[in-house]
């Protein structure tokens, strides 16, 4: 058979569940890639039945899947720099909400930037999260919280997918705060969004998801029960940014409606964890927001262990909570503050982080999976989350293309 490439000589972390080693494990190993998908993985002794356009000799260097950071904010304007010394003057950060920091702080920024500025910016914060392997991720709306500049925010997200090699998915976070000049309630605030912004954006194609920051400086379980139940009417997967600040409940609603992914989830109880199990609801751990906010309490590992969910990681890049642009730093963090194992965190921002995003074909190396993946200067997996991020891609491959990084 003739590919497009063929990588030998190489130690694979392929993450795929059906190799019993850890990580997935395969040494001595080759892969094959052929119009945008993987062919072939295995030993090197059976490489021979291809023949290849490009081929490259690893010497036994480490390939993992591309990674996948499910969970980030990254198009917006300005910096909230003032907000993290005040937090470390002893504000909270509710206390700055309340006084017209925080979210708001940002909505106005990402309002008086102009689109074109905002994608530039935008594109300059992917090339740092591609320098720490990310080949796929999420980006939300959420700091325009007006019909305008939400869909602003939403058509440099398109712009950005147009323009990248990078796999994006678009997500709708329109409910993550009320606006200042808005006349009206919350309830009024949800409704507007429900029957108002979430059809035209359905209608021009501008969202591949809905999300909602159920909390109590933000909105409620009923406030996500009706946004969840307006977004499936038109189609729209769900998500929720829940219990990271107290038991808000939002964990059930998200499973209610079988939605994507549970983010945060510092306050959520075992019950929460069997519902996720049950429903196929993917918890996504914060660690960069945990460790900005100065946070307590811990998100319930030992119940996701218990009921063996696949747990994903990710960057939360933001302004204000979360302003990391590396997910090796993020799995670090994820390992070091919330007890996971390196295995767990790798599987985190790889194949539980695409199960987060419902991309099946991505953050594993196997037989038909997409030929997205990265060639590393080391042989073990455990020290890209132990000496970050100290460890950079040799090179990297999305769709089967080497990249310029």
């Known amino acids: 058979m003739t590919v497009d490439g063929i990588i030998y000589n190489a130690t694979i972390a392929t993450f795929d569940e059906q190799v019993s080693a850890p990580y997935g494990m395969i040494e001595n190993a080759f892969l094959a890639w052929r119009d945008k998908k993987i062919v072939a993985v295995g030993d090197n002794i059976d490489m021979q039945a291809f023949n290849a356009k490009y081929e490259l000799d690893a010497h036994g260097k480490l390939i993992t899947p ?40 940002t909505v106005n920024a990402s309002r008086s930037t102009s689109e074109d500025n905002l994608y530039n910016i935008a594109i300059s914060r992917i090339k740092r999260l591609q320098q720490s392997g990310v080949t796929s991720l999420e980006i939300k709306s959420g700091y325009g919280l007006n019909f305008e500049s939400e869909v602003k925010l939403l058509r440099v997200i398109q712009r950005i997918k147009q323009d990248s090699p990078l796999n994006i998915i678009a997500t709708c976070l329109a409910a993550h705060a009320v606006p200042k000049d808005f006349s009206g309630t919350k309830d009024d605030y949800i409704q507007w969004v429900c029957e108002e912004l979430l059809p035209e954006i359905k209608q021009l194609g501008l969202a591949d998801a809905v999300d909602i920051f159920c909390e109590s400086i933000a909105f409620s379980q009923q406030h996500a029960q009706q946004l969840f139940s307006a977004a499936t009417s038109l189609g729209l997967p769900i998500k929720g940014h829940v219990e990271q600040l107290s038991q808000s409940q939002g964990t059930d609603i998200v499973c209610q409606y079988n939605g994507l992914s549970a983010d945060h989830l510092e306050y959520a ?10 429903s196929g609801v993917i918890p996504v751990l914060l660690p960069g927001a945990y460790y900005y906010l100065n946070e ?12 063996n969910l696949p747990v ?28 996971l194992t390196p295995e767990e965190a790798l599987k985190g921002i790889t194949i539980n982080g695409a199960k987060a995003l ?22 073990n997996p455990c020290e890209l989350v132990y000496e970050t991020p100290a460890v950079l891609p040799n090179k990297t491959w999305i769709a089967g293309h080497q990249q310029e990084i």
Request: aromatic share 10%; glycine share 8%.
């Open 66 to 105: 591309g990674f996948v950071d499910c969970h980030t904010h990254l198009v917006y304007g300005g910096d909230r720099a003032k907000e993290f010394e005040f937090r470390l003057q002893g504000k909270s950060y509710q206390a700055i909400a309340n006084e017209g920091g925080g979210i708001m702080s």
């Open 312 to 339: 994903a990681i990710a960057t939360d890049l933001n302004p204000g909570s979360s302003p990391i642009f590396s997910i090796l730093t993020a799995a670090n963090m994820a390992c070091v503050l919330f007890g």
């Open 358 to 379: 419902r991309l099946n074909s991505k953050g594993v190396i196997q037989k038909n999976s997409d030929a997205d993946f990265i060639l590393w200067p080391i042989t």
């Open 296 to 307: 307590k309490q811990k998100p319930p590992i030992q119940y996701i262990r218990k009921y």
């Open 269 to 278: 109880d075992e019950h929460q964890v069997k519902k996720m199990k049950v």
